[in-house]
């Protein structure tokens, strides 16, 4: 069996007036992608606890990120006809829709719920085999796409042998 597309999103910080600055995701045969979006001018909202966690400035943003449009245009074209899981639902999806909206485009891919694929009794483990998997790695950073690896990486493994 496969294992499922992951997309996990880096944002300016949480709740109203946020939005999306790096999108990661890899997809079920283990590809990955991973950019940072360039803010539209009316977005402000900036968190510097959210910037301490990330990394990720918003000077580097401008100079660096790409347009909405362009971010949006690559992940439909890595996740056309898809359902795609992030861990973090109810904060993803409306910074997709945030970017998707900025970029005057539609997903072409369906976003859930990663706990909709987990028991209760993976569940239970979901925390410590997710934390074990990033210190096997060695991440220490706080970044979209290895985020979106982790996240995989422990679905295969809380699974009991699913290969990512």
């Known amino acids: 069996m496969q294992a499922p597309a992951i997309l996990d999103i880096e944002a300016s910080g949480f709740g109203r007036g946020s939005y999306p600055i790096e999108v990661g995701l890899v997809t079920g045969d283990g590809e990955l992608f991973c950019g940072l979006v360039r803010p539209e001018p009316d977005w402000l909202h900036w968190d510097e606890a959210a910037e301490a966690l990330h990394g990720i400035s918003r000077e580097l943003l401008l100079e660096k990120g790409r347009p909405p449009r362009w971010m949006a245009e690559q992940i439909n074209q890595r996740l056309r006809g898809q359902t795609v899981y992030c861990d973090g639902w109810g904060q993803d999806y ?37 934390d074990a998997v990033r210190w096997r790695l060695q991440l220490s950073r706080h970044r979209a796409s290895s985020d979106a690896r982790v996240l995989q990486l422990a679905l295969a493994e809380v699974k009991g042998g699913v290969t990512a």
């Open 94 to 130: 409306p910074w997709l829709a945030r970017l998707y909206d900025a970029a005057g485009l539609l997903p072409s891919f369906r976003l859930d719920d990663l706990r909709r694929l987990l028991s209760e009794a993976e569940s239970q483990r979901w925390r410590a085999v997710t």
